[in-house]
C-alpha cells in the first residue's frame, strides 16, 4: 500500500527539491529565491523551463533526464501528486529538477524578469466553462509575459480538442509565431529531431488516453513581450469525452 496523504506531506516538507508556497500563506511567507533561482537552487546559469500544472511530476522529472543542461522546475498545487515525481528526483540525484507547490494564478510572484526561457503546459485542464481558466488565455499569457524572456517558447501538449482549437485561436488572433503545430504527435511524419525527443516521454494518463484512441495535440509557439493580447470570439465545439478524473462537460455544445 502507497503512502497516505500526511505522510507525503511530512515528506515534502523536509524535500530540498520542493518549495511550498500556496495562496494561503504567500502574502505572509516572502519567497526571497525570486530571481535568483540558478545562483541560490541550481549553482548553474543554464535555461529554467517550468511545466505548469504538472501534476505527479513525471513529466518535469523525464524532461530533466533527457535534458541534463537545462533547469525544470514542476509547479502545481496538488502536493500528494507532486510527492511522485519530487521522490523520483531525489532518488535519483537530479540536481537540475525542483518543485514549486502553489497556484499557477499567482505565478509571476516566484520569478523575474526574463529569468525563464521556457513553459511547458501537459494535458492542462481544458476548463471549457471558464475561460480565465485556461492556461493558454491572456489571463495567464499576461502572467507569463513578467518573467518569460521576450519570444519565449510556450509548448501545449494535449488530448483536449477544445484547449487545443482554442489555443490555435488565440494564437492566430494575436499572430504568435507557430514553431510546431500537429493534432496527431504520435503519427505525423517529418518531425524534426528535437520534437522527437519529446516523443520519448508519455506519461501515465497519456498512454491511457492513447490506449482510448484519443489523438494527442501538440504545439509549440512564441510568446513576444510587447505584443497586446485579446481574446478570439470564435464558438468551440466542446470535447466529446469525459476525461480521466475531469468535472463533467457542461451541457452546452460550444463556447468561446
Known amino acids: 500500500m502507497g503512502k497516505g496523504k500526511l505522510a507525503k506531506f511530512a515528506d515534502m516538507e523536509r524535500y530540498e527539491n520542493v518549495f511550498q508556497y500556496p495562496y494561503s500563506v504567500v502574502d505572509n511567507v516572502p519567497f526571497d529565491m525570486k530571481g535568483h533561482w540558478r545562483e541560490q537552487y541550481f549553482h548553474n546559469d543554464n535555461p529554467i523551463v517550468l511545466e505548469l500544472g504538472c501534476g505527479k511530476g513525471e513529466y518535469t522529472v523525464e524532461l530533466a533526464q533527457l535534458y541534463p543542461n537545462v533547469n525544470f522546475i514542476g509547479v502545481d498545487i496538488k502536493g500528494a501528486r507532486m510527492w511522485t515525481g519530487a521522490t523520483k528526483a531525489l532518488e535519483a ?5 525542483a518543485f514549486l507547490r502553489t497556484n499557477i494564478e499567482i505565478i509571476d510572484r516566484f520569478f523575474s524578469e526574463d529569468e525563464v526561457q521556457e513553459i511547458w503546459l501537459t494535458f492542462s485542464d481544458p476548463q471549457m466553462k471558464n475561460v480565465h481558466k485556461r ?3 491572456t489571463f495567464f499569457l499576461e502572467r507569463y509575459r513578467h518573467f518569460l524572456v521576450d519570444n519565449g517558447i510556450i509548448h501545449l501538449k494535449t488530448d483536449s480538442n477544445f484547449l487545443f482549437t482554442y ?9 504568435l509565431p507557430v514553431l510546431f503545430c500537429t493534432t ?3 503519427h505525423t511524419e517529418g518531425i524534426d529531431e528535437e520534437t522527437k525527443k519529446i516523443l520519448s516521454i508519455q506519461t501515465y494518463y497519456e498512454s491511457m488516453w492513447i490506449e482510448r484512441g484519443l489523438n494527442i495535440k501538440y504545439m ?14 470564435k464558438e468551440i465545439e466542446l470535447d466529446d469525452y469525459r476525461s480521466y478524473h475531469r468535472d ?3 451541457s452546452l455544445t460550444t463556447n468561446k
Not at 93 to 97: A, P, R
Open 93 to 97: 540525484g537530479l540536481k537540475n529538477v
Open 135 to 137: 492556461l493558454t488565455s
Open 167 to 175: 489555443t490555435t485561436y488565440m494564437v492566430e488572433h494575436n499572430d
Open 184 to 186: 496527431d504527435l504520435y
Open 220 to 233: 509549440k509557439f512564441r510568446l513576444p513581450k510587447e505584443k497586446r493580447l485579446t481574446e478570439s470570439e
Open 248 to 250: 463533467k462537460r457542461s
